[in-house]
């Protein structure tokens, strides 16, 4: 299950009208100019890319069509188990996975390919949608292509096997880690607070902003950086992408100075006031259908071998006692905080609280 910094409370945080709306593919126009909301810091998500089918229907014919979309499942692993996931020993995990179904899963596939019982290009999952079909090989849900050159034999071992080289990494099943953000995006403020899910390179580089902002503020009078906090003094960013550079570098974020990027009110009330929830992003599949969905996939001679109760023998998620707190939003600043609490841990104002009654 993903885990937080002391931020994490904010991950309990419920606005009215449930979540927010979705920041577009800002990617396509090269970069976005952002604010981070104060009271929501970017919340750790990992996660596994899959495929799911849903049903469309058209708006003037009716008529309903299935197609294969992306899909991402919340992975419930350990952070420490996840971040070793590429640590091996004589072929098997230094850290195996024990809670999470699809970790387990996509280990269980590696091992059959290693143990010569499954091939490295055997298609192993199948979604068909209408004209599309989506694959996915043995091979590419653990990473197995990875090293191969184009032009070699083994290149056009795959090619033989209808595996496009180029586009082999998309059948990755590993846990992946992104992060999700809540921002003000300076183009379009009148849409208020909208929730983004960026890659893990995308949210290093932020990490590193704000880590350079809070060191270049620190001085005598203030040894802890607080006047580069953007919590405390907040700052636009500004997110680039390079479809065209190397991986490590497709990704950018620098800070935008605010004689050019001025801190409006109207921009201020929105990333300090309410965020929309993020609980639903969050949420731990439901093992039984996620079973029932993988094995619908599977192609038959791989639901045979795959040793499914092993996969799902495995503790079920605890509710999160976080999402179940309840907070209401200080009258000052809007962040959220215990009903009961005699002060506000973000801006300082006091509060008078009543004891409980005595129930005898």
Not at 113 to 121: D, I, S
Not at 155 to 174: F, N, P, Q, T, V
Request: with cysteine; net charge neutral.
């Amino acid at each position: 299950m993903t885990t937080t910094s002391d931020w994490d409370e904010f991950r309990s945080y419920r606005a009215s009208g449930g979540g927010g709306k979705f920041l577009g593919n800002w990617k396509e126009a090269g970069e976005v100019d952002v604010w981070i909301h104060t009271q929501c810091p970017p919340v750790p998500f990992w996660h596994h890319a899959w495929r799911k089918i849903e049903s469309r229907q058209d708006k003037t014919t009716k008529a309903v069509t299935r197609e294969v979309w992306s899909d991402r499942i919340v992975c419930v692993e350990s952070p420490v188990v996840l971040r070793n996931q590429y640590r091996f020993k004589e072929g098997v995990r230094e850290s195996p996975p024990v809670s999470c179904p699809m970790c387990r899963m996509v280990d269980a596939i590696r091992l059959l390919v290693r143990n010569k019982k499954l091939g490295l290009t055997a298609k192993v999952f199948a979604f068909q949608g209408g004209d599309k079909a989506v694959a996915i090989h043995a091979g590419g849900i653990y990473c197995g292509f990875k090293g191969v050159e184009a032009g070699t034999e083994d290149a056009k071992l795959l090619g033989e096997s209808g595996i496009a080289l180029r586009e082999a990494w998309k059948e990755d099943g590993r846990a992946k880690l992104s992060f999700i953000f809540r921002v003000l995006v300076g183009s379009a403020v009148a849409d208020g607070i909208q929730i983004a899910i960026e890659t893990g390179l995308l949210g290093t580089k932020v990490q590193s902003v704000i880590n350079k902002s809070i060191k270049g503020a620190k001085c005598e009078a203030d040894p802890n950086g607080e006047r580069g906090n953007l919590a405390v003094r907040p700052f636009a960013m500004q997110w680039s992408y390079d479809a065209g550079a190397i991986i490590n570098e497709k990704y950018d974020a620098m800070k935008l100075e605010l004689e050019a990027h001025p801190l409006t009110a109207v921009i201020e009330r929105a990333i300090r006031g309410p965020a929309p929830s993020i609980d639903h992003l969050l949420a731990a599949p439901d093992f039984a259908t996620l079973r029932a969905r993988l094995e619908h996939a599977a192609l038959p001679e791989v639901r045979k071998i795959l040793p499914w109760d092993e996969i799902f023998d495995v503790p079920r998620p605890k509710e999160d006692a976080l999402s179940a707190k309840e907070t209401i939003p200080c009258d000052r600043c809007q962040a959220p905080m215990d009903p009961k609490a005699p002060k506000c841990v973000q801006c300082g104002t006091e509060y008078d609280v009543e004891d409980e009654p005595c129930p005898f």
